[in-house]
């Protein structure tokens, strides 16, 4: 029922994306602007050309008050690096980060982390095994000054366990994590998201260690929090359909480029770009014709210490050009707030030289993340 | 824990027909006592994780006696330990539980007084020693880079330096005092416990809870001491266990060199005062052997307890508690099985015949 509600939303209007100077979008509660982030690796031969993985290259991005921003990729995409990025718990390499129209600066991570909260991916390891229930939603309400005595504490933690659906609460809040199960943790992980009262939620993968059959609950769940607290949201997933299903506009990331992005309905219907296309096929749907319009890509996520050159994805695309090999194209505008980075729909605006990062690294090496 | 139970009322109109005044107080009842039951399930896990494994039983046993004896014990010692008296080298009897020495010291109190500052001393040097060794690590493991590489150095540096003989040097260079002792014993101990917390550490710190507790916004000493040190509590008592074992021995090995404090009761000088009496020689057995098997059993209490936090820890050793090891256990798991094929055997025969008739 709701599914239906969901999908006939109207199609979001058309959010200008983040340009390429470094000026913050009006209205964009949280935008990533030209974000890289290069982890260096270990030298062995002290004489070598100093390496490193290239985990995200120049990630653009914004987020609205009560809506959701889904981010798609396959594994190794740089999807996660992204939100861990936004949750500040990695320096970014080079670009900025603008939260509410300024620019984040270094240091300052205690009043960031209250508006910005990280839900991870994994409940099963995101909840420490020695603390209670009650603990664990204590301490961002202590933390950031909602509740001083431990009776406000209780309060609150019932209300915010009321929130996640996670009733009787009163039962919930001394089990400690091995008695919950997956989806009870999850709620657990979010309502310790929400006691600080973000006005931005980063959603890594919240639903892909779930059964299948509470992750529509996980999701309807996010959604309610979505619409009911005006919260700003990053979803991270795997699945296109879920992406359509709970975010107003889908970034596609491949390899740590940002391949395609703009409103949901039109990425996952009228998908451009040849990797989104195969991510689109690659997701189970009943209802869909066989295509045969184009011959599937084979291969594999390419190794992020010596990324393809050119755009990423060329080694695996079916219609891979000998542009495609020398650099990465610029953005083109579809129309509609939909855009994509691929020779196939023209040179794109102010296309990035090639590989630019091989200069990079030496001068991110320093910033190492704790 | 503290809820309540789903439906007491409906058991009661099971086991019997209760009088329908009788459902609302028992409704009630959970609610009028919160906070006991809470109480009561703490005391009961303490009791279960006491009772259920044999080495921990056993050892807590043990242990539990030495400290209720260096509590209590001399409350009931009505004889000055150091009194001298003139019935001399006597032989145990109603009058002298553990008979008299050369000085006609009565030597039962000797013993249950000497227990006290032997105990004290081994388990303030313990913790001392624990203190240190979690914070170098937790520290050291958290923060890693120049601070780890510093306290590490640190470390690897104490970890060389010979206890026992260092202690020795010591003691004739400041005083015989047992404190003395326990400082420099706390001072050679520390590296193996900070080892073993740094390691264990290194490998917490990155575990997805702590990423998840700093990006809700905690501090670094939150983050160690209240995320990555609950988490390491069984090492942490493993590890005073151990030491408060060596600092038993340590403390008792220098006092039976007579270079401890003389003025003092305990049993390492009681041992001392055997060896310079010769009271072998004299065939006083009385003299050396109490002392000597209370250290030995203590020592062994205090190993039973670490062995058996050891498996409670780790539930891999918890599933091999049930198979034999030792060879005493191989031996008495074959009589277990003995004994019990062949009433299994009588009973499927039994039944089997039955089934035939």
């Known amino acids: 029922m709701s599914m239906m509600k969901l999908l006939r939303r109207g199609t979001p209007q058309p959010t200008a994306t983040p340009d390429t100077n470094s000026h913050p979008t009006p209205g964009a509660v949280l935008e990533a602007v030209h974000l890289r982030k290069y982890f260096p690796l270990q030298q062995i031969n002290p004489f070598g050309e100093p390496r490193a993985v290239h985990a995200v290259e120049d990630t653009s991005l914004a987020l609205y008050e009560g809506r959701a921003l889904a981010l798609v990729g396959e594994s190794g995409s740089g999807k996660t690096t992204v939100a861990r990025l936004l949750a500040r718990l990695y320096e970014p390499s080079a670009g900025t980060i603008f939260f509410q129209g300024a620019a984040v600066t270094k240091g300052r991570l205690y009043e960031y982390r209250a508006d910005v909260q990280l839900v991870f991916q994994d409940p099963f390891s995101s909840l420490n095994p020695v603390h209670d229930v009650a603990y664990h939603l204590s301490r961002p309400l202590r933390l950031y000054g909602y509740a001083r005595t431990s009776r406000q504490v209780t309060e609150q933690a019932l209300e915010l366990l009321n929130r996640v659906s996670l009733t009787p609460a009163d039962q919930f809040l001394r089990k400690y994590p091995h008695e919950l199960s997956g989806g009870q943790r999850q709620r657990v992980a979010i309502a310790r998201a929400l006691a600080v009262r973000p006005k931005v939620l980063l959603a890594d993968e919240p639903v892909s260690m779930l059964d299948v059959s509470i992750r ?99 080694p695996r695309c079916p219609h891979a050009m000998p542009a495609c090999r020398e650099r990465f194209p610029g953005r083109t505008d579809l129309g509609g707030g939909h855009w994509t980075r691929c020779f196939l729909y023209g040179e794109g605006e102010a296309a990035t030289p090639a590989r630019a990062p091989s200069s990079t690294p030496a001068q991110v090496e320093a910033q190492q993340t704790p | ?23 609302p107080s028992a409704r009630a009842k959970p609610h009028t006592r919160p906070a006991t039951p809470r109480w009561f399930a703490l005391l009961g896990n303490l009791w279960r994780l006491l009772t259920t494994n044999r ?10 006696f030495f400290v209720l004896v260096a509590l209590f014990g001399p409350l009931f010692v009505h004889e000055s330990p150091l009194s001298y008296t003139l019935t001399i080298t006597q032989p145990p009897s109603a009058a002298h539980w553990l008979g008299t020495n050369q000085s006609g010291q009565d030597l039962f109190s000797q013993l249950v007084i000497g227990t006290r500052s032997s105990l004290f001393w081994s388990f303030l040097t313990g913790l001392i020693v624990v203190a240190i060794s979690v914070t170098v690590g937790l520290v050291g493991g958290f923060f890693g880079g120049i601070i780890d590489d510093a306290l590490s150095l640190v470390t690897s540096v104490f970890l060389v330096i010979p206890s026992f003989p260092l202690a020795i040097v010591a003691v004739q260079y400041f005083n015989h005092s047992t404190l003395t002792i326990a400082l420099v014993v706390a001072l050679t101990n520390w590296p193996w416990g900070a080892r073993v917390m740094r390691a264990q550490t290194l490998s917490i710190r990155n575990r997805e809870f702590v990423t998840a507790a700093r990006a809700s916004g905690e501090r670094a000493w939150r983050l160690i001491f209240f995320e990555i040190f609950p988490n390491e509590i069984a090492i942490v008592a493993a590890s005073f266990i151990t030491t408060t074992i060596q600092v038993l021995l340590a403390v008792a090995g220098l006092e039976f060199l007579g270079l401890g404090d003389t003025t003092t009761v305990s049993w390492g000088n009681t041992l001392y005062s055997a060896y310079s009496s010769s009271a072998l020689l004299q065939g006083a057995w009385w003299w050396f052997a109490p002392p000597g098997l209370c250290i030995a059993l ?22 091999l508690k049930r198979r034999a090891r030792s060879p005493f256990g191989k031996a008495l798991g074959r009589l277990w099985n003995r004994s019990a094929a062949p009433a299994e055997q009588s009973e499927h025969g039994q039944s089997a015949e039955g089934g035939a008739a």
């Open chain 2, 298 to 319: 203590l020592g062994s209490g205090l190993a039973l307890l670490n062995f058996g936090i050891d498996e409670i820890a780790d539930p891999r050793l918890r599933e």
């Open chain 1, 216 to 314: 529509l609950d996980m999701l309807n769940l996010m959604l309610r929090l979505k619409d009911e607290e005006q919260l700003a949201v990053l979803f991270i997933t795997h699945d296109i359909a879920s992406a359509r299903y709970f975010a107003e506009e889908t970034l596609v990331m491949y390899a740590g480029q940002s391949v395609e992005g703009g409103p949901s309905d039109e990425v996952i219907q009228r998908p451009k770009h040849p990797y989104t296309r195969l991510l689109i096929n690659a997701a189970p749907d009943p209802d869909r014709q066989p295509t045969t319009e184009a011959p599937p890509a084979r291969g594999e996520i390419p190794s992020l210490i010596t990324p393809p050159s050119g755009c990423r994805f060329h």
């Open chain 2, 55 to 64: 080495k921990i039983a056993t050892g807590s046993g043990i242990v539990g």
């Open chain 2, 1 to 23: 824990m503290n809820q309540a139970p789903p439906s007491p009322p409906s058991q009661a109109s099971q086991v019997s027909p209760a009088p329908q005044a009788a459902i």
